[in-house]
């Protein structure tokens, strides 16, 4: 018997990407509204590119591995 992959959720965070050095990601939040809100109080820095990826979380037994993916430019 073949299990359907099935979603349990999704997760967002932000991905900072500066014209140089390294990538940063924040941490992973339980909804948009409360990543909007946690960057609302972050100042940002001009030369920086600010993205929301988002991630569909499945159970152990989808045995899925999707990558985030940005889903807008903040």
């Known amino acids: 018997m073949e299990l359907k ?3 349990h959720g999704r997760r967002y965070r932000v991905k900072i990407a500066p014209f140089s050095g390294p990538t940063r990601y924040g941490e992973w939040f339980e909804s948009e509204a409360a990543m ?3 960057m609302s ?3 940002r820095n001009i030369g920086n590119r600010y ?10 037994e989808c ?4 990558k985030p993916k ?3 430019a903040l």
Request: aromatic share 4%; hydrophobic share 40%.
């Open 51 to 60: 993205y929301c990826e988002e991630k569909i979380i499945h159970c152990a």
């Open 36 to 38: 909007r809100s946690a």
């Open 70 to 72: 940005v889903i807008a």
């Open 5 to 7: 992959k099935h979603a």
């Open 41 to 43: 109080e972050v100042a």
């Open 63 to 66: 045995e899925v591995d999707e």
